[in-house]
């Protein structure tokens, strides 16, 4: 093997909140589980979180919104979300995963890259995944999937593709047809909108985008065009790296009712606040940039940002600042409020 050439595994967890769920109440075993808000017999608000695969053959996915999958299977097991526990479970397996290579990079609470390169072949990257994933069930109780591949864009396909309690690996050249049958959607960096505009041009598969010319990609969908071009080819040269591992912390609420109570809103953001405060304390980060989102009747959504000077971890400021957001919201838009939500970022 050439030595530019890289060897990169992906892990993703496995239906990981409804799993933890599933490890700690053996008598959830083979039944729907569902994570996520109190569907309420069916008029709860907001959203799912996860569901185990036997919730899924009802058709309930994550963001699909609680009363919806309450309708799709109302004898489901619903859980709250125990975001505590979900935390301590990813931190254990990040200790895990971080022994395995000293270039690593989280990418959420059940995912990560390892640049394995070193190696050398991809049947030892092979042994390296089915090791990571034994020693995580040993340890944890819990299956996971990994991906290998030449890039981070080709092994995070592949262990799309592999799940669940998968390991599969594609080699650098195999990468190009193994992506061409896959709908664009699965193609990082193509979200809602892009793919609406790439169908609308005939482009479905991942393939169909190589039937474009680099040119015709830049002018259609600017500078991202030259990045659809290279990865449709299972080009990506993104480095794997630790750096500005978590990017923001946020917590957003739906309420019951669509509001304007002032009390209800500012208690539900205090909240909020606090929970922020504490994730970024234990994190031990300081923030520079405070978000407030708002969701009004109707879905509308508006978000504002406002970016201090200097970072700080100090809850007066991040009190004071989220909350004139958030008034400011209230004042501009006479519209009752369904959700409403904080998050900070820039991390250092
Ligand atoms: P994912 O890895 O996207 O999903 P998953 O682990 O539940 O299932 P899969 O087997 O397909 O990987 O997300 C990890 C966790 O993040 C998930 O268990 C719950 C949480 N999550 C949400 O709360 N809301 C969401 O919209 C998504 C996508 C995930
Ligand atoms: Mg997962
Ligand atoms: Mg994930």
Same mark, same amino acid.
């Given at each position: 093997?050439?030595?530019?050439? %890289? ?26 589980? +569902? ?53 301590? +479970? ?42 990571? !994933? ?23 396909? *592949?262990?799309? !593709? ?60 600017? *500078? ?20 500005? +591992? ?29 929970? *922020? ?60 409020? %369904? ?10």
């Amino acid at each position: 093997m050439c030595m530019a050439e %890289r060897i990169i595994l992906h892990i993703d967890m496995d239906y990981f909140f409804a799993q933890i769920e599933e490890r700690d109440n053996p008598r959830f075993r083979g039944k729907p589980v +569902v994570v996520g808000a109190d569907p309420k017999n069916g008029s709860g608000r907001g959203v799912v979180s996860t569901a185990n695969y036997v919730a899924r053959k009802y058709g309930i996915h994550s963001a699909l919104p609680i009363s919806k999958a309450y309708q799709l299977c109302p004898d489901a097991i619903f859980l709250p979300v125990n975001m505590e526990l979900y935390q301590k +479970v990813s931190s254990e397996i990040m200790e895990i995963i971080k022994k395995y290579s000293s270039q690593w990079e989280i990418i959420s609470l059940d995912e990560a890259y390892l640049d394995i390169s070193f190696s050398g072949s991809y049947e030892k990257a092979k042994e390296i995944g089915e090791n990571l !994933k034994k020693e995580i069930f040993e340890k944890e109780k819990l299956t996971a999937t990994v991906g290998v591949g030449p890039n981070k864009i080709v092994a995070k396909i *592949v262990s799309e !593709k592999a799940k669940p309690n998968g390991l599969l690996v594609v080699t650098q050249p195999e990468a190009e047809k193994f992506l061409e049958p896959f709908d664009i959607d699965d193609l990082p960096g193509v979200g809602p909108k892009t793919a609406e505009k790439m169908r609308s041009l005939g482009i479905n598969k991942i393939g169909d985008i190589k039937k474009l010319s680099k040119e015709d990609l830049i002018n259609i969908f600017g *500078v991202v065009g030259e990045d659809f071009y290279l990865r449709a080819r299972g080009i990506d040269e993104n480095p794997v790296s630790s750096e500005g +591992v978590i990017k923001s912390i946020g917590r957003q609420y739906t309420f019951e009712k669509d509001t304007r109570d002032s009390k209800t809103l500012f208690s539900a953001f205090d909240e909020m606040i606090l929970d *922020v405060y504490k994730e970024l304390f234990e994190a031990g980060f300081n923030f520079k940039t405070i978000t407030v989102v708002c969701r009004f009747q109707g879905f509308e959504t508006h978000t504002m940002a406002k970016t201090l000077k200097k970072p700080t971890n100090d809850l007066k400021i991040l009190k004071t600042e989220s909350k004139k957001l958030l008034l400011k919201f209230i004042l501009q838009n006479q519209k009752l409020i %369904r959700l409403i939500g904080v998050r900070v970022s820039s991390f250092s």
